[in-house]
Each structure stands twice: as C-alpha cells, then as structure tokens.
C-alpha cells in the first residue's frame, strides 16, 4: 500500500500540467506495479488466515468479489468527477481531480492497513 500511494502522490505531485512520461509517468507506473505485484498476496494471505481449510474457497472468493466491486464504485466516482472536465488535450489540468480522488482513496487504504499495524504494537 506505501508503494502504491507514492506512485499515485508522486505522479500527483510531478505531473505538473503536461507530464514528462520519463520523470512523472514512468516512477509512478513502476511504484504502482510493484505495489499491486507485492500487496496481492499479502492481502489474499492476510484474508484468509486463520479459516478452515474447507471455507479458504469461499474466502478468496469474498475478497476477489469485494475488490471488484470496491473497484467499480471508485470509478463510477471517478468517472462522475471527470465528466465535467472537459478535454483538456495535452493539458493534464482538467484530469487533476480525478487523480485527487485515486490519490485520496489510495492514502485511506494505506491508513485502514496500518491501524492493525500499530495496535499489534501497542500490546
């Protein structure tokens, strides 16, 4: 979750109104894939431990099931804020909200996966 926010924050950040694919997109893209490739099986194993062997089916298909329609409602938003953007051509301005939005709902996930964290620590 650390790497997939800095991708989205550091895209927000670098962007500028015409971003540089070399110094904007490329990090970005490189810090999200890796936080998809790395957070993927520690959500699954984090998701199903602790249950039956007999119910890990029905588990990773609850996860599966719960990611994709979290998915689909953040772009139903999402395509909601940008529907009044307007096209921007190669000016990044107009899409600055929407990756507001990504950046804000990928900084609550890296909070709601931290609070474990720190209680754990507290005992």
């Given at each position: ?48 431990e ?39 051509g ?34």
């Amino acid at each position: 979750m650390v790497s997939m926010t800095l991708g989205y924050v550091w895209f927000l950040v670098s962007a500028g109104s015409s971003p540089d694919y070399l110094l904007s997109m490329f990090p970005s893209l490189v810090l999200l894939g890796g936080g998809f490739a790395f957070g993927y099986g520690a959500i699954m194993a984090q998701a199903t431990e602790g249950i039956d062997d007999s119910e890990q089916g029905l588990a990773s298909g609850l996860v599966q099931t719960s990611g994709q329609v979290g998915a689909a409602l953040v772009l139903a938003v999402l395509t909601a804020v940008l529907s009044g953007a307007g096209d921007g051509g190669a000016d990044f301005t107009p899409y600055r909200p929407g990756l507001n939005l990504i950046t804000g709902v990928a900084v609550i996930g890296l909070l709601l996966n931290l609070v474990p964290v720190l209680r754990l620590r507290r005992r």
